[in-house]
């Protein structure tokens, strides 16, 4: 079983990536299942394939689709904790309609979509599942949710017996009677079905993470902090996609010439920066990307006569070690031909230009949180990757 995931900045490409991974895959008579977490129709108009619901649609012989719908769902599964959570807030004195608006937790779509996600699994009715996720930052933060409530409710049942946690937190906030048997189990069952969904997504045998841009600066620096952020959390991304690339202008028009210019500065920039993941570049068509016919062209573009549900890579791009009173950061580089480099930390960032046979190559790696509090020791350059150490300013 393979969970391929894509997410990115909006608008990139997404949804019309993960549709053609489904539709190459299906046709490679893998039995696949195409989910959207994203507002209603998303892959109905992409497919232009009619209503898809929350129930898998079939859309050919071994493809599936299915759009989570957050009220649906709540409703079929997770009744019992949405009521509970609206008398929350009804006995806070809070109006009805408002309750039940606010029970609808923020990211409860994506939370919903991952549960999905984890009963198609465990129905073994699937060889591939290809994810659409929204854009990357809220996609990340809930692909590591599992993992944070799923270590929770172990230690939770070693301490206070298998069911406890949000109920009983709640408790002394709650004027109500105790949370009921039947929120218990739904709990306990909520919190066991995130645990292994979790196993799934951090196994990288099993899912693989594909980051969609466009050959701009806003959405590769937007893939850049992902990657960095995926492989802190230890989700493996395998591929880079740069989407709707214009083609070389031969014209006059300054206009055109200037944009197709920049993208092409921006593409070769890419292949330095996400060193050594595979970057697959899809041109822009000259008409919108949409419909079957045309999705199963672009994955052609995209795969070629490679199998779209292979692990296309599998190592880290960015590895961090260490803890608040250190942190060594290593970054693979392309061709670092000899000793002369440059690092410079800028803010949340570093900027590491290296030279090499072509020129110099500038390469920038977003930092996370934890190095706000320390400075820059040392970087040292080995053989195919930087090195570079950190240290706390309270040393
Ligand atoms: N290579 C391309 N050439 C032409 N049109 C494209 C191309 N790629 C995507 N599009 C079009 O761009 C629009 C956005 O694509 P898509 O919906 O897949 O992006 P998304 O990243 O899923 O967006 P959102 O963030 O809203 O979910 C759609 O109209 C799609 O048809
Ligand atoms: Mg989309």
Partial sequence: MRLVIYTGKGGTGKTVSACSTALKLSGLKSRTLLVSADPAHTLG???????????????????????????????????????????????????????YELAMLPGMTQLLCLLKIEESV???????????????????????????????SMRLSGLAGLVS?????????????APSTDLMKTEADLLLRLEKLSKLIFDPNITSLRL???????????????????????????MIIINKIMPQIRSEDSFLVNWADFQ?????????????????EVPLYSEELRGIEMLKRNAEILFGDQDPSQIFYREKVFEF???????????????????????????DRITIKVATNIGYVVNVVPLPAITLGMKLKAARLTDKELVISFESNRN
């Fill in 321 to 347: 070690k260490g803890d608040s009173l250190g942190l060594t950061l290593k970054v693979k580089v392309p061709f670092a031909k000899n000793s002369d480099f440059l690092v410079e930390r800028i803010s």
């Fill in 45 to 99: 108009d992409a497919l232009m394939a009619g209503e898809i619901g929350g129930k898998p649609t079939r859309i050919s012989a071994d493809l599936y689709a299915a759009q989570v719908d957050p009220v649906v769902e709540m409703d079929l599964h997770f009744k019992t904790i949405f009521s509970y959570f609206a008398s929350y807030f009804q006995a806070k004195g809070m109006d009805d309609t408002i309750s």
């Fill in 212 to 238: 969609v841009a466009n050959a701009d600066s806003f959405s590769m620096e937007n893939a850049k902090r992902t990657l960095m952020s995926a492989n802190l959390y230890g989700i493996n991304v395998d």
């Fill in 122 to 152: 465990r129905s073994r009715e699937y060889d591939a599942i290809i994810l659409d996720m929204p854009a990357s930052g809220e996609a990340l933060r809930f692909l590591y949710f599992p993992k944070i409530v799923g270590s929770l």
């Fill in 165 to 177: 946690g949000f109920g009983r937190l709640l408790q002394p906030y709650f004027s109500g009677s």
């Fill in 264 to 280: 092409h500065a921006r593409v070769t920039e890419a292949k330095s920066n996400f060193y050594p993941l595979p970057v697959k």
